[in-house]
């Protein structure tokens, strides 16, 4: 079975603070992961892919396998980041953890 | 290019009614998509098609629901008879042939309240 696991439902941080969200995962294969954004009154729309190892509007994720982990990590939150964020893992089908509501304060 | 269309956007219908919902995906996008996000939790598939043939239906509680994709194009959701814990949002998503990752388009999603 696989299974995405987002501890944290809401963070909060201040503007220009660094800012991670969690995820930790499980699954037998080898797993493909992702962040999915969806900021208010938007559509759910991909942030980025490991596999990609890009950094997208300054986030970026690193594969820990030994931890079984995908966190997200900004060095410097902006407001615009607020937004839901999902951690995805590709395997069988697409699951999704539950999300963490992020917030950033002026 | 325009994006998942889905309709309606919102549904209000009592317990034990039937409601359907629809999805139009990017044109030319083989494969299509249907997730239930019950609130506070991350979207949840239901069944994936590729063109109009089912992929994995495994998640779908088939008593209540349907889902069909006539002509590989457009897809409509069924629940009959809906029940309170069917409240929740149904996204539709759609993604493409192309070689390597196919990345999953949503639509905005239609809010159901059983009431």
């Known amino acids: 079975a696989q299974r995405v696991t987002q501890p944290e439902k809401l963070l909060s941080v201040f503007k220009g603070a660094p800012v991670e969200l969690k995820c930790n995962y499980s699954?037998?294969?080898?797993?493909?992961l992702f962040w999915y954004v969806q900021y208010s009154r938007q559509r759910l729309q991909l942030l980025l892919r490991h596999i990609s190892r890009e950094s997208i509007k300054g986030f970026t994720a690193d594969l820990n396998k030994g931890e079984t982990s995908f966190h997200l990590k900004k060095p410097f939150a902006q407001e615009e980041d607020s937004a839901m964020y999902y951690c995805?893992?590709?395997?069988?089908?697409?699951?999704f953890g539950e999300g963490t509501q992020l917030t950033v304060n002026p | 290019e325009a994006g998942v269309a889905q309709s309606p956007r919102y549904k209000i219908i009592e317990k034990r009614q039937s409601v359907a919902f629809w999805c139009n995906p990017i044109s030319g996008h083989a494969t299509l998509y249907w997730y239930q996000q019950i609130l506070g939790q991350g979207p949840k598939l239901l069944i994936q098609f590729q063109n109009n043939g089912v992929v994995d239906d495994s998640q779908l509680p088939k008593d209540r629901f349907s889902a069909e994709r006539l002509k590989g194009v457009d897809s409509t959701l069924k629940i009959q008879p809906a029940k309170l814990e069917d409240s929740a949002v149904y996204l539709c998503?759609?993604?493409?042939?192309?070689?390597?990752?196919?990345?999953?388009?949503f639509g905005p999603g239609t809010r159901l309240t059983v009431t």
């Open positions: 995805a893992l590709s395997g069988s089908r697409l699951t």
């Open positions: 998503a759609s993604s493409g042939l192309g070689e390597g990752f196919d990345e999953q388009y």
């Open positions: 699954y037998s294969g080898s797993p493909e």
